[in-house]
Structure formats: structure tokens, C-alpha cells
């Protein structure tokens, strides 16, 4: 076997389309193509703009928190348009003649990357991205407690994806869902590539994500605000420790079984084969004792950004701040507890389903507790609709719905009907739609300007928030009622002509949908080009609640100038009734940030290419990118050289410009919240 | 073991100006508690599916009883234990201030312990291989090597570790940051020490009864 290892030219993303010009291997071909010109475009406009070096040293080698979140928050972006664009091919394939225009394989390659991409590259990125930029702030840290690591967990996620991308360009994506169930993803089945490109990416993800969830667990325990005990942090804290927890103790089932998958294809062990004594069984037990606490850290960050969103635009304290606290405990714990409802078909006996249904019923219990205190929170409060705001609303209306749909399906009997049907793929749309993505749309909306120092432009905003609220009713309503009249999921065509009709609905819902992201950008385009007229310097463009809006806008480097002692749950709303329109300063005295580096990037290259040596077989490389990486992070335990210090009397500088600057900044009414009179820390209470 | 660790983490205020509400070194150590808690999942999650296979994944294979005797995991067994003392009084020699030379002492006959214990844990691996017990033969076999492997990777990277330590302690000498290097790889040895008690009993002791 050559260096190469099983590398060769058919691998390469035109040549079948060459060989064998059909749409589907067109649509493949055009896929790798909008890759490779993609990458290429942005290289060009880096270069022609002068940018290399700004991009460099000013982000890809920092070491904030700040920007890692936003660079987090660009990669979940990016994966977000690739995945939505599956899904729209998808529903075309479904609506067009069967037997459609994709082949079986090129359809399953598409469901199979839509999914992992959907989960572990748009969604967790973007949680781990809001959590960077926000948690902090709100409990009055200057940086996540391991910033090296924290950068070295986004680089690898950033690896994971880069790999997922590179299966359009060179070989092929598996087959076999994003759950990738064996004997079907073993060697005699999936002999290709494409399970060992679901195997590596997630490596990457999954050991960069446990190390955030280690991070985030640490700086929560360690770094809070003087006073701020346990049950005086904010809610969105509280989401983060325990989705933190999810994390470190999840995500190890994941890498242990993708690992246990590896070693099954290419060494010849026994873990999950057909013969020879393997239990496949175990690759499901120990996929969704990952996969299901996954599913709640998934929503829990999202239920935190709600809990946030919903006071503010309420203008009022939310409502059972320690029920909400205990729910979600409780969520967090109970999340430990129901995976085998992923499987209740596979065998089991009849009591064990029953145990496991009656645990997922009970998840229902705590989520229903947190539905009632954002709705008592907005109860005769004064309510503005703002995008953030629209997007939460939307959540609890939509939410609820499958909520339902989720009580139904955790019933053993009922599974038996209606599993591996397009019920079952309309329900968890159903859940993570608006429980992820609308809460992370919501903390983009609310939480921007602590990043950049502008908002983002309502309109735009809106009209995204009605495209994805009716494009998400149209695309996946119509396959609840196909899915119970019996049509299974990831079906490449239907013959059935009862379910025509659902389908071209539920084409025109995932074009909607297109078009919400779509206003997306264009929201961040119009919102960039009029940021002159946007700009909250003030800080608090919202009269917000949280200490993370009693900052300036963009949030300094230091993030606070002192770290104010905490004597109540909501410090910012208590100065600001005291009218004060800046925190009381405490001691100033230096700090220490972390100087950038270059080397989480270039751990995480390493590995990221070592990855991809390992897919293709290239074993002399991938053990030489191996020792590389460790031989790296050797260097780097000889670096203490590794802060700078930030003076006392700087910080002393910072505060006093920012209190000019409140000072001189006039005072608006809440009526001009959305117009260019609002330069933020401007708003009269609510009445 | 938590005498130590809060006396190295009161060591270690490396910038005494800093008014920071929380002291660097014991919250490393915090962290890495919690990495060790996530490694011990690892070793869970492998330990039930070997639980499983010894069972029901023997398929052409030998079982358990017919594989196992006592004699060497004993030994292997001892040499980790008794490694398991000898870390323990490097980190008492470097709480009380002893000698380097001690400490490192203490240390190298630590690890030498556990490159004892490599080397039967190697040694018994030939002969299960040279017999045609390979993992490839059946689900069993496959857990009892990656099981019984996972734990002496783990081996080999304290090891390893270790010998970079003692680098570094050379370069830098015994300042707070070696201190608290050391600390950590004491918790991870103790770790595979506890984490090999468990495997000893289920794999051998078990597997040797059944």
C-alpha cells in the first residue's frame, strides 16, 4: 500500500461525474466544487483586502473568549447554510418523480451528513459559542478558567468540520445515519470511507466539546463574582453548569464507541460484528447514553437564552427563578436515565420499556415547570416583539407541540407504531427547531452588540423570524400526518401517491425555511453596512437585567474594569433602580490576560490532518501527525511565558471614559428602542 | 492525598498582586479532578461491555477460565500497588520539602514499578497471542485486550509523562508549576491504580472463579 494509503483519483469529487454524467453525480460534483471555490474565494478576498495578517493575529490566534465564541458562532453558521441546502435537495428528491434524481447512496449520504452536521456542527458550536461570549460576563469573569484550552477545543471542532466539508471533495460521506449503527457502518457493509469519516470528525468534535464542558464546569465553580452564590447566578449560568456536566460525563460514551467502531473495521476486533461473539447492541446502548444527554445539551443553553430574553422584554423579574433553577437539574439528571427509548423495537423486554417510557414521560414534568415561568413571566408584563423576543415566543408555541408529540412517542406501545417513521423525524424537528435554533437566534439577536458594539437590524430579523416560524409549520407538520399514515424515514423516493400532496407542502416549508436563513444574511449585511446608525456604545440597548449589560458595547477586552461584589440576583437591575448608570468600581488593580497563541491552531491542524490520514489509511502519516501533536503540546508546557498584564491605572482609564461616555449619552424611551436614537443605557424603566 | 493537594494549592499564589477571587493551582487540579472523571467513564463504559462479552462474546474462543491463571496478574498486580506508595511519598517529600534528589528518587522507582508491570502485562499478551488468542478470534478476547490495553496506555503514558517531568524539575527546578504538574500525575496514577483493582477483580479473579 502506497503513503497514500487507499487514496486515488476516483476519490476526487468531478471524476465520477466525468465517468458518469447523471444529475446526481452533478449535484455531488457541483457540491465539492462549491467547496473548492468557496475556500478559494475567501483566500482571494483575504489577500486582495490585505487581511491575512489582521486574521491572524487579531482572531485565529486569540486567546478571548470573546472572539472564540464569535468564532464558534461563524462556524455554526456556515455548517447551518450547507445543512440547510441538504435538506432543501432532500425535499426536492421527495417531490420529484420517483424514482427522483439523486441515486439511493447519494440520497443516504445527504440524510447521513445533514444530520451529523445539523447536530455536531451547527448546534453544538453554536451553543459552545454563545456560552463563550456570554457566561462570563454574566458572572463576572474575565476569561474562561483554561483559555489555551478553550481555543484548542474550537480549533478541533473547527477540524471535525473541515473534515465533514472535505468528504465532498475527496471520497464519499457514509451511509448510514448520523446514528451509524453497526453491523450496517462495519467493514463488509460500509467498505468505503465514508463511516470512517463520521468516526474521525466526531473524534475531533467530541474530545474538543469534553474539554469545553470541563472549562465551562471550572470557570462556574471558580470564577464567579465576589457574593455571587449558587442560587444568585443568572439562569443562563445555571443552563451552562448543567449542560457542562452533560458534557463531560456524555461525551465519553461517543468517543469510546466511535473508537470501539474504528477499531472493529480496521484492526478485525469483535465489538459490534455480526459474528464471532460482537454485540451490536452495545454500539446502541452506548450511542444514546451519549446521544440522549446530548439531546439536553443541546436545549438547555437555549432554555437559558429564553430566560433571559423573556424578562427583558417582559420588563419584568422572571418568574420562579428557583423552580427554574431545580428544573433544570432535574432535566439534567433525568437525561441520564432514558436512553434506551431511542431503541424500545430492539428487544428489550417489556418491563425495561416500561421503566425507560415512564422516565422520558417524567423529563416532561420539568420542562413543563420552565414553560409555565416564561409564560408567568410575560403575564401582564409590557411586551416588546423584538426579534430575540419573537424568536422565544415562537419557541413556547412550537415547543410545546412537540413536547407533546415526545410524551406520545416515549409510550412503548405507541413506538411500536409510529418508530423509524417520518413522525419520529417531524417530532424531533419539532424539538430542536425551535429549542435550539430559535434559542441561539434569540441569543444572536439579543446578545450581538456585547460582541461587535452595534444591533442587528429589526427588520431583516423579523422577517427571518416569520419565514423560519412558517417554513418550520409547512415543512414538518405534513410529515407528522404521512408519518402516521405509515411512510418510514429516509426513504430516497415514496411511490405512494397519498403522500404527493405532503410533500410539495413540505417542499414549499423547507423553501420558507431557505428563505429565513436566507434574511439571515442579509440581516447581518444590512446591519454591517449601517452600523453607524446601530451602535449602542453605552452598553444595555435592551434595559436589560443580566451584569453582562452593565458593560460597554463591544465588551473591552478585560471585560470588567473591577469585579463588582453581588449582593442580589439582578446587580444591574438594582443599580439601575438606584439610579446609577454604572456599576459602583470596587479595587482596581492589574490583571493578567492570556497573550495569543498560535498554537491551539496548530495542535488542532495536526490532528485535523492526522484525522484524515486515518481515513484514507494512511497509518506511517497519521502516527507521525500523532506524535507531532503531542511533541507540540510538549513546547508548549515549556512556555510560562504565557500573560500579559493589564495596569491598574489602565483599568482605571477604561472605567472613567466609560462613565464620560454614559454620562453624555441622552436619554431615550423605550417607544425608540429599535430606532438610531437608541445609543444604548439610554432607556427609562418600564412602567 | 487532600492534606497534599490543599498545600500545594496554598503554594501556589504565583502573583501575590493579583486580587483574583480563586487561586490558579488548586483550580487546575480541580480541573483536572474532573478530567479523571470523565476518563473513568471510559474505563466504566469498557468494563460493562467486557462484563458482556465474557458472556456472551466467547463465540470459537477460549472463555475466561481457560485463559486466566493468577500467578502473573498477581505480580503485576503488587508491582502497581506498591507503586501506588512509593507516588505517594514523592508527594509527601515534596510537600516536606525533601531533597530533589529524594523526590526524584521516589519518583523513578515509581515508574520503574509500573514499567514492571508494562512489561508482564506485555509479556502475558505474547503468550495469549502466540497461542492464536488474538483479538481478532472473538468478542471476548477484543474486550479483554482493549479493556485490559486501555488501562496500560494509561500506564504508559504516566510513564512517559513522568520521565518529562523529571525534564522539566532539571530545567526549571521544584517551582510551583512543577509542583502542581506533579500533584496531577499523582492523581492520574493513583487513578489507574483504583481503576486496576477493579479490572484485577471482574477480569482475573472473576474470570479465573467463573
Redesign the interface.
Known sequence: MSILGSLDLNDVFIVPFLKEPTLSTGIAAGAGGIVVLGALAVALLLTVKGWWKPLWSEWLTSLDHKKIGVMYVVLAAIMLIRGVLEAVVMRAQQVSPAPGFLSVEHHAELFSTHGTIMIFFVAMPFLTGVINVVMPLQIGA?DM??PFMNAVSLWLSVGGAALVMASLVVGHFETGGWTAYPPYTGIKLSPNEGVDYWIWSLALTSVGT?LS???F??TI??????GMDLMKMPIFAWTTLCTAILM??A???L???SF?LA?DRH?????F?A?????MM?FAN?FW?FGHPEVYILILPAFGVFSHVIPTFSGKKLYGYTSLVWATIAIAVLSFTVWVHHFFTMGQTANLNAIFGIATMTIGVPTGVKVFNWLLTMWRGKLRFSTAMLFSAGFMFTFVIGGITGVMLANPTIDFATHNSLFLVAHFHNMLIPGLLFGMFAAVNYWFPLAFGFRLDETWGRRSFWFWMIGFYLAFMPLYAIGLMGAPRRMAFFTDPAYFPWLVVAMIGALCVLAGLTSQVIQIWVSVKNRESLMVPAGDPWDGRGLEWSLGCPVPEYDFTT?PHITSREPWVDAKAAGKRVMDPT?F????LPKPTGMPILVAGVATVGAFALIFEMWLIAAVCFVAMWVLV?IR??D?DWEETITAEELREGYEAHKRLVETTPKVSLDDEFTSKNRGLILEEAV | MSATMTNTGAAGHSAPHDHGHHDKTSTVIFGFWIFLMSDLIAFSLMIANYADAEWHGIANGPSPHELFSLGLPTIETMALLISTFTFGLCTLGMKYGASMKRTVGWLVLTLALGAIFLGIELYEFHEFWTEGNTPQVSGFLTAYYSLVGLHGLHVTSGIIWGIILMVQMKHFGMNDLLKSRLVRLGLFWHMLDIVWIALFTKVYLMGVLS
Open positions: 474575565r478558567e483554561f469534553t464542558g470541563i472549562n464546569a471550572v465553580y471558580k470564577q464567579r463574582a465576589p463531560i460525563f461525551m465519553m460514551p468517543t469510546v464507541a470501539m477499531l484492526a478485525g476486533f469483535h465489538f460484528t459474528s464471532n461473539g460482537g454485540n452495545n452506548m447514553l469585579v479595587e488593580v492589574d490583571i493578567h510538549l508546557s515549556y510560562t
